[in-house]
C-alpha cells in the first residue's frame, strides 16, 4: 500500500512538473478588459534579466514593454494593458551570468478559460476570466486572476492594482508616464484607513502579503497628480 501511495506521489508530482513550464517557456493570456497576462516559471540560478518584449509581427518591430525588477522570483509576470490589440506578438529576453542571453519563443495571446462568467462585450464566443457572478454585491486589472475569490456582481477589477493567483501577492501596474505622480492609500471593507503609498517611482511591482493583516476585501484609492484616478477593491484569498 504505501509503495502503491508513493508511486502515485511521483506520478502526480511529475505531471505537475510537466504541466508548468519553465523559462524560456512562458504564457501569454487574454484575460479580457484590454490586460494581457505573461508569465513564467524560473528555475535559473544564474538569471540576471528579464524584458517583456511586444511587437504587432512576429518577425521584426520587437520593442521592450518591461523589465522586471527582480529576475529571481520563481513565479513571475507582467500585466500588459496597452497593447494597440489582442493579438499581438510576445516573447522574452533572458540576460544570464558572462554575458549569455536568450530569446524565448514568440507567442500570440490565448483566452483564460480558468474561470466562466459573463461573456466579454461584442466577443459571445469568448468566455471571460473577469467578471464571474453571483447575487449580492452592487459594488463595481483590470486582472481578475485569483480563481478562489469571492464571486461579485458588477466589479469590476482593477488593472492598476490586482491580486495575483500565482503567489497571491497584490500587484500594482501603473500607466508608464514618467511625469506623472501616483499615490495609493489602502483601507479595509469598513473603510479603516491602513497605510498609503507616496510619490511611488516603480511604475511595476508587488506588495507582500503580510501588509494585509487578514484574508478578504480591501479597498484602494490611487491618485494620479493628487487627483483621483481609481477608487476600487481587491480580494487577498485565506490561503494566502
Not at 508608464?176 to 484607513?193: A, G, L, M, V, W
Request: some cysteine; aromatic content about 12%.
Amino acid at each position: 500500500m504505501n509503495k502503491l501511495l508513493l508511486v502515485l506521489s511521483a506520478l502526480i508530482a511529475c505531471i505537475s512538473l510537466q504541466a508548468q513550464d519553465t523559462l524560456p517557456k512562458f504564457s501569454v493570456k487574454n484575460v479580457g478588459f484590454n490586460r494581457v497576462i505573461v508569465d513564467w516559471v524560473n528555475t535559473f540560478s544564474d538569471i540576471r534579466q528579464i524584458s517583456i518584449q511586444r511587437s504587432p509581427d512576429s518577425l521584426k518591430n520587437f520593442k521592450t514593454i518591461a523589465t522586471v525588477p527582480d529576475p529571481h522570483n520563481p513565479q513571475n509576470g507582467y500585466a500588459d494593458n496597452k497593447a494597440e490589440n489582442d493579438h499581438m506578438f510576445y516573447r522574452l529576453y533572458i540576460l544570464r551570468d558572462k554575458g549569455m542571453f536568450i530569446f524565448s519563443s514568440t507567442k500570440r495571446p490565448v483566452w483564460d478559460t480558468a474561470t466562466t462568467g459573463k461573456t466579454m462585450a461584442g466577443r459571445p464566443d469568448k468566455p471571460s476570466a473577469i467578471i464571474p457572478l453571483i447575487p449580492g454585491d452592487s459594488t463595481s486589472r483590470g486582472s481578475a486572476l485569483t480563481s478562489n475569490r469571492p464571486k461579485v456582481e458588477g466589479w469590476v477589477p482593477s488593472k492598476f492594482v490586482y491580486t495575483n493567483n500565482h503567489d497571491g501577492y497584490i500587484k500594482i501596474s501603473l500607466p508608464e508616464d514618467e511625469d506623472k505622480k501616483y499615490s495609493i492609500k489602502f483601507f479595509t471593507s469598513d473603510d479603516k484607513f491602513l497605510f498609503e503609498l507616496k510619490d511611488i517611482k516603480e511604475r511595476t511591482f508587488k506588495l507582500d502579503k503580510t501588509d494585509f493583516y487578514r484574508s478578504g476585501w480591501f479597498k484602494f484609492e490611487l491618485y494620479e497628480d493628487g487627483t483621483l484616478k481609481e477608487k476600487n477593491k481587491f480580494f487577498l484569498p485565506k490561503e494566502f
